[in-house]
T-cell receptor, first 113, second 112 residues
């Protein structure tokens, strides 16, 4: 079975631009969470979606938004990019028999110049 | 605020030795703890988890110990191999939102 897939793998943007990151969950997983990982630190929680509804939000500005689609895939959108948004953006999904375990994708490396 | 942290940022061991990675947490309401391994250029990979009603859980070559009295978590890796070299994160969650709070990570280097 395919794991969590994220696209694109790398992205370079300039300040002020907008970016959309995508995540496809493991088959059968209905919950998707997004995390931001700055170099040298642990991932920081951004959003959680379950059954297409936002179920949790971390301490991130309104420039960050997300949504989940009927097929349980998800998009993370970031507007008005800042240099500090440069990070690895990780998607994690859970569901099925191991309900508590969150499985991560390889992430999207975003560089803001 | 609540946080999960690690005592040692780096750990270097010889191949075949046992490794112990420690983690402290501050949220007494946490009821679920997880260890992840992250290799360079990859996302975190699940290793083992433990609920707060347990104090020990074993997997293949790994053991997690939980001491709720002192809010301490450890990951033991038996017969450490070069492929175990990575950054290890502990994470905790509590309540119903399944949000994970991560520490900064420990870099484990295994010398052949």
């Amino acid at each position: 079975d395919a794991g969590v897939t994220q696209s694109p793998t790398h992205l370079i943007k300039t300040r002020g631009q907008h970016v959309t990151l995508r995540c496809s969950p493991i088959s059968g997983h209905k919950s998707v969470s997004w995390y931001q990982q700055v170099l040298g630190q642990g991932p920081q929680f951004i959003f959680q979606y379950y059954e297409k509804e936002e179920r949790g939000r971390g301490n991130f500005p309104d420039r960050f938004s997300a949504r989940q689609f009927p097929n349980y895939s998800s998009e993370l959108n970031v507007n008005a990019l800042l240099l500090g948004d440069s990070a690895l953006y990780l998607c994690a999904t859970r569901g099925g028999g191991s309900w508590n375990i969150q499985y991560f994708g390889a992430g999207t490396r975003l560089s803001v110049l | 605020g609540e946080s999960v942290g690690l005592h040692l940022p780096t750990l270097s061991v010889q191949e075949g030795d046992n490794s112990i990675i420690n983690c402290a947490y501050s949220n007494s309401a946490s009821d679920y703890f997880i260890w992840y391994k992250q290799e360079s250029g990859k996302g975190p990979q699940f290793i083992i988890d433990i609920r707060s009603n347990m104090d020990k859980r074993q997997g293949q070559r790994v053991t997690v110990l939980l001491n709720k009295t002192v809010k301490h978590l450890s990951l033991q890796i038996a017969a450490t191999q070069p492929g175990d070299s990575a950054v290890y994160f502990c994470a905790e969650s509590g309540g119903s939102n399944y949000k994970l709070t991560f520490g900064k990570g420990t870099l484990l280097t295994v010398n052949p």
